[in-house]
């Protein structure tokens, strides 16, 4: 369950990040703007430093989410479809654990061959577990397009669309107030 949920978490993770990541224009000013912004500086007039200009995207990100209507009937759903959700993680590690059980693997062992995969090293396996692991990786990964749906499933079924979804949980995560109203709701 824990993997799965893990999952999620970084599924979620990695849409906040890919959401809120914009694309700096990294052309050369003109040469104009730079004479322009030297004269400015040799008069004292202020010019925002790289900082600065950082915290001024940073607060226009926070802003966007701040002001994103959200209300509680959107989070009621929100905690409906994420409890649902973990049910499905449940699911989903038992599957796992029935699949990588067929192959003579234990649940953890199986993880954490994946993970040292993952992270490029190698575990010191023999050929005949190698290979369980290949194949049991061949199955886990054969079901994984099928209990996304499921997920997905129960994100529409709570009355969200995932992109709606997404932005709730972006929303509890960036948004203090949206987040004390989360903790609220969800007790």
């Known amino acids: 369950m824990k993997s799965i949920v893990m999952s999620a978490a970084f599924l ?15 052309r050369r000013p003109s040469p104009e703007k730079e004479y322009t912004d ?8 202020e010019v925002p430093d790289a900082e600065q200009k950082r915290q ?7 802003k966007e989410y701040e002001e994103t209507d959200i209300t509680d009937e959107d989070i009621k759903k929100y905690i409906e479809a994420s409890r649902n959700i973990q049910k499905v993680a ?6 796992i654990d029935e699949i990588v059980g067929q192959y003579g693997l234990e649940l953890e062992r199986f993880k954490e061959i994946r993970e040292a995969k993952y992270q490029g090293r190698d575990m010191e396996l023999d050929d005949e577990k190698r290979e ?3 194949i049991a990786q061949r199955d886990v990964e ?13 994100i529409k079924d709570a009355g969200l669309d995932f992109q709606r979804f997404q932005e709730i949980s972006i929303s509890v995560q960036q948004n203090p107030a949206v987040r004390q109203r989360y903790i609220e709701l969800a007790k």
């Open 132 to 134: 369980m692991f290949k």
């Open 142 to 154: 054969e079901i994984q397009p099928e209990l996304h749906k499921k997920q997905e499933r129960k």
């Open 56 to 62: 001024e995207a940073d607060d226009e990100i926070a």
């Open 38 to 45: 030297l004269f400015r500086e040799e008069e004292n007039k």
């Open 90 to 95: 449940v699911e989903i590690d038992e599957k």
């Open 12 to 26: 979620l993770l990695f849409l906040f990040f890919a959401a809120c990541t914009s694309v700096k224009d990294t």
